[in-house]
């Protein structure tokens, strides 16, 4: 399990769901890291290194943030995630909270399926160093400039060869599960999650070539710091600064994202609550 640390009652219905698998004779991992600041849950813990191997399912109790934490965890051990929601509208949580004892139930019967997501591969090159940073995202890779009032030169590579250089706010490689992130504030386009694809959208370019770019996911993209200096950010979380010269390369993963599903939650139908659309 992966919990939400900060969140309210996700710590107790996570020892609630814990003692009932426990119960039902299964074995239940919390990495310690959670368990930090979720002390009821100590029983569980285990080292991160530990968490994947063997397992059955992950289980996110949170929203969409915490969901992309569980698959980072396991995604490199194709192991399904299955997503309660304590978050707001979530994209890629499905059970709610007073539904997660049916779930299990359905999952440890066999009656969901499971949806494949595309991942980035992400290679982070910093100077003096042929790789820094090897990370799996859900999401999508961002570098955006560090300071308020300026923009920064970013260089765009595909499939090593240079494309265009913006100067930019950020720009942003998202997978179609993405598209409906960062990317979507940013004028990108809303992409079937089920597709597999890369999406190259800058913000705010001082540039009159402003389009976002949907390639091929055999295709790769590089982000090359030109002048100034950029934060790195991997499905929202902050990987430090780049500098001219540093770049990140982005790919299709090498493991898709297992995420249970069991039907209730259509892609269509949460774009349609989030932005009030009619059917009529």
Same mark, same amino acid.
């Given at each position: 399990?992966?919990?939400?640390? $900060?969140?309210? @009652?996700?710590?107790?219905?996570?020892?609630?769901?814990?003692? *009932?698998? #426990?119960?039902?004779?299964?074995?239940?991992?919390?990495?310690?890291?959670?368990?930090?600041?979720?002390?009821?849950?100590?029983? *569980?813990?285990?080292?991160?290194?530990?968490?994947?191997?063997?397992?059955?399912?992950?289980?996110?109790?949170?929203?969409?943030? #915490?969901?992309?934490?569980?698959?980072?965890?396991?995604?490199?051990?194709?192991?399904?995630?299955?997503?309660?929601?304590?978050?707001?509208?979530?994209?890629?949580?499905?059970?709610?909270?007073?539904? *997660?004892?049916?779930?299990? %139930?359905?999952?440890?019967?066999?009656?969901? $399926?499971?949806?494949?997501?595309?991942?980035?591969?992400? %290679?982070?090159?910093?100077?003096?160093?042929?790789? #820094?940073?090897?990370?799996?995202?859900?999401?999508?890779?961002?570098?955006?400039?560090?300071?308020?009032?300026? #923009?920064?030169?970013?260089?765009?590579?595909?499939?090593?060869?240079?494309?265009?250089?913006?100067?930019?706010?950020?720009?942003?490689?998202?997978?179609?599960?993405?598209?409906?992130?960062?990317?979507?504030?940013? @004028?990108?386009?809303?992409?079937?999650?089920?597709?597999?694809?890369?999406?190259?959208?800058?913000?705010?370019?001082?540039?009159?070539?402003?389009?976002?770019?949907?390639?091929?996911?055999?295709?790769?993209?590089?982000? %090359?710091?030109?002048? @100034?200096?950029?934060?790195?950010?991997?499905?929202?979380?902050?990987?430090?600064?780049?500098?001219?010269?540093?770049?990140?390369?982005?790919?299709?993963?090498?493991?898709?994202?297992?995420?249970?599903?069991?039907?209730?939650?259509?892609?269509?139908?949460?774009?349609?609550?989030?932005?009030?659309?009619?059917? @009529?």
């Amino acid at each position: 399990m992966i919990v939400h640390q $900060r969140r309210p @009652g996700t710590a107790a219905l996570a020892a609630e769901m814990a003692r *009932w698998l #426990t119960g039902a004779g299964h074995a239940v991992r919390v990495p310690t890291a959670d368990v930090a600041g979720c002390p009821e849950l100590a029983e *569980w813990a285990v080292e991160a290194e530990g968490l994947a191997a063997g397992l059955d399912l992950a289980v996110s109790i949170g929203g969409d943030g #915490t969901m992309l934490r569980a698959v980072h965890a396991v995604v490199d051990a194709g192991v399904p995630v299955m997503g309660v929601n304590l978050g707001h509208l979530g994209y890629l949580t499905e059970v709610e909270p007073n539904r *997660w004892e049916e779930a299990l %139930e359905r999952f440890f019967s066999g009656a969901y $399926r499971v949806d494949e997501r595309m991942t980035l591969d992400v %290679e982070v090159h910093r100077q003096g160093a042929d790789l #820094t940073v090897h990370r799996a995202a859900l999401n999508d890779a961002v570098v955006e400039k560090l300071e308020a009032g300026h #923009t920064v030169r970013l260089g765009v590579f595909i499939d090593e060869r240079p494309f265009v250089s913006y100067a930019a706010d950020a720009v942003i490689v998202a997978t179609p599960t993405g598209s409906t992130a960062y990317n979507l504030s940013a @004028g990108g386009p809303i992409m079937s999650p089920l597709l597999s694809a890369l999406v190259v959208t800058p913000v705010a370019p001082h540039l009159l070539f402003d389009r976002s770019m949907v390639l091929a996911p055999g295709e790769s993209v590089r982000l %090359e710091v030109l002048s @100034g200096q950029a934060a790195l950010a991997i499905d929202g979380q902050t990987f430090g600064r780049l500098e001219p010269g540093e770049f990140l390369l982005c790919r299709a993963g090498p493991h898709a994202a297992k995420l249970v599903s069991f039907g209730e939650h259509d892609f269509r139908q949460i774009l349609r609550a989030k932005f009030g659309l009619s059917s @009529g």
